[in-house]
Each structure stands twice: as C-alpha cells, then as structure tokens.
C-alpha cells in the first residue's frame, strides 16, 4: 500500500492582484535529509486525521503558519503518485493563500531553508516534473479564477 501524505501549496500576492500574474509567489521548503529537494509543506496522515487536517497541521509544524492564517482555494485539489525511498507514494495538495504578505516563517527541523518564488523559478527549484506541473497547474487555476 502506498504511503499517503497531504499538504497545501502556500502561495501569496501583492495586493493588485489580476493586473500582474508574476506577482504570484509560492512558498517552498528545502528539506534537511537526503537529496535537500525542495517542496511545499507536506506530511504523513496519522490515524484519525482527514486529509486536509493532515495538510494543515503539517504547514502549522513545518512552517508555522496557522490554519487560521490561511485560506483554502476551493476547486483546486492534485493527487501526485511516485516513488520515495523506495515505496509508492500518494500526496494530495491544496492550494492555501497566507493572509498577511508579510507572514512570519518557522521552520522545523526537518528543513534547512525556505523561499517565496515566482512559478519559473519555483519549477527549476522543484525539481521533480510531477510537481512541477502541480506548480504549473496551481498558477494557472489562480490566474483564470477571481481573487
């Protein structure tokens, strides 16, 4: 059975949004272990947890921000499948908008930086294609959706 995980694509935007699609920012995590690949927030779904409580408990212990400082994009929901370590991986991603530009980061220990991109650059720091397209996807949803 594939191990399953949940997390948000955290983005944020200048205050004029529609008027410059560039002004999309995503928020991505350098991991501490193995290759230092970089991703949104993500974990494991513990047992009696939902997948979207996964998703933002997760962002709150690797990021810090809150739940209550987030809002969830409705309509836009990616299920990405490979393999990690070796075993068959299922994560689900939401895309979650901080509500304060300025939001604070607080990274746990199991990464090593962070950084708000714009969708090019986030896509070269990505690395692997199946989130590179959620990215591409993600920004695209965005940009054909009122804000």
Aim: charged share 25%; with cysteine; aromatic share 8%.
């Amino acid at each position: 059975m594939a191990l399953r995980a949940c997390g948000l694509i955290i983005f944020r935007r200048h205050l004029i949004p529609k008027v410059d699609n560039s002004t999309i920012e995503f928020l991505l995590l350098q991991a501490s272990n193995g290759i230092h690949h970089w991703t949104p927030p993500k974990g494991h779904v513990d047992p009696g947890e939902n997948d979207l409580e996964t998703a933002l408990r997760e962002t709150q212990e690797e990021t810090g921000i809150e739940a209550s400082q987030l809002t969830i994009i409705e309509g836009f929901r990616r299920e990405l499948n490979y393999v990690a370590w070796k075993k068959p991986k299922t994560v689900i991603y939401w895309l979650a908008e901080v509500k304060d530009y300025d939001v604070e980061i607080c990274l746990s220990q199991e990464h090593q930086a962070y950084r708000w991109l714009g969708l090019e650059e986030a896509c070269q720091l990505a690395q692997f294609n199946e989130m590179k397209a959620t990215l591409q996807e993600g920004h695209q949803f965005l940009c054909s959706t009122p804000a």
